[in-house]
Nanobody, 116 residues
Framework: QVQLVESGGGLVQPGGSLRLSCAAS????????MSWYRQAPGKKRELVAQ????????NYADSVKGRFAISRDNAKNTVYLQMNSLKPEDTAVYYCFGSSWNQQSWGQGTQVTVSS
């Protein structure tokens, strides 16, 4: 069974940092492109960051460039999202997503709340 489990969310003050983790099982993790999405109340789910399989190249939403960093550890079957200089606008449920040529999988999400 393909499974993605997020952790690391919580309440943080503006300007603070959080590190999200996504633990994967049930598939060959190294062959999957991994991404983080987020969804705020009343808004569509949006792509935040993505990391590829071969060269490990990354791309980010303009709103998080310079503040967030995605990384992966294939030996641990885990993808991370380091979030710095957090803003109230970053408040959302953050979802881990993995895709291969024939499959895609979503995690259940973890809540991130940025508030003073």
């Amino acid at each position: 069974q393909v499974q993605l489990v997020e952790s690391g969310g919580g309440l943080v003050q503006p300007g603070g940092s959080l590190r999200l983790s996504c633990a994967a099982s049930g598939f060959t993790f190294s062959t999957y492109v991994m991404s983080w999405y987020r969804q705020a109340p009343g808004k569509k789910r949006e792509l935040v960051a993505q990391i590829t399989t071969n060269d490990g190249s990354t791309n980010y939403a303009d709103s998080v460039k310079g503040r967030f960093a995605i990384s992966r550890d294939n030996a641990k079957n885990t993808v991370y999202l380091q979030m710095n200089s957090l803003k109230p606008e970053d408040t959302a449920v953050y979802y881990c997503f993995g895709s291969s040529w024939n499959q895609q999988s979503w995690g259940q999400g973890t809540q991130v709340t940025v508030s003073s």
